[in-house]
């Protein structure tokens, strides 16, 4: 395998080689997880599906930010690969409400609107809490020790104060109850909705709500497992999931002038869930 180039440019500023590395780098920054047993081998990501992957993680990172500017030729040269996919891909992402292609400019990452993330939120909530109660009953010991480490990393983060380190962890996490609730188009799904929320805020940090926070929300959803308790483990996760639904929705009210109701429209959005 060749040495991978270094590019340096208004994109961003990563590595870059064949496409078996720019795969290696999509499956870190999505959270492809497997199950505690053997896991199925992935299907091989098209050039198009890379590409696809490569923008959600950097919207998701931060190298890539609403409002600015970028090029097919940019992302072409970043990702080391022909302009015809990086194009493929980009047009998908626009289909998808990622981004916007403007003739003669390029594209920009699309902001996410107080709807949009109460409808995000409502689609987790339909997926992430049956999930939840479904990964409670059929999980074992081996799962149990992989969920551990998981929080276990997530608090080590935590103490020390590394954001970015603490939801890496936390997205893991996310997936590997997913997964473990046999929701596996279900995780994908919630990995291509993420990077609309990130364009809000870095993850969901205030004042009001710091990692610990975030953090002992997890509490009763580790007992939940631990216990088998599958309405106690739904439960804990729909809690979870609004709280952090509308810390988001909070933030994009305030930047879109503060005159929408926050409550009015997660109840819209996610009532019945």
Known sequence: MTSPARYRGPLCDARVGPAQEIQARVFVDVGYWGMAETPKPLPRPTLTEQVMDYVRGAVASGEIVAGAWYSVQQLSEVLGISRSPVRDGLLRLEESGLIQFTANRGFQIVSSSPEDIAEIYAL???????????????????DLGEIDHLVELMSQAADIGEAEEFFRHERALHDLILRLGHSERGARLVAQLRPHTRLIGREVITPRRSLHHV?????????????????????????????????????AVELNGGQAQPRQIWKTYTSGL
């Open 124 to 142: 987790r909530l339909g997926i992430e809490v049956p999930a939840a109660r479904r990964a409670a009953r059929q999980r074992n010991v081996a």
């Open 215 to 251: 953090l002992q929300e997890f509490d009763a959803l580790l007992v939940a497992l631990r216990e088998q308790d599958q309405v106690a483990a739904g439960e804990a996760m729909r809690n979870h999931l609004c709280s952090t639904g509308m810390e988001l929705l909070q933030q």
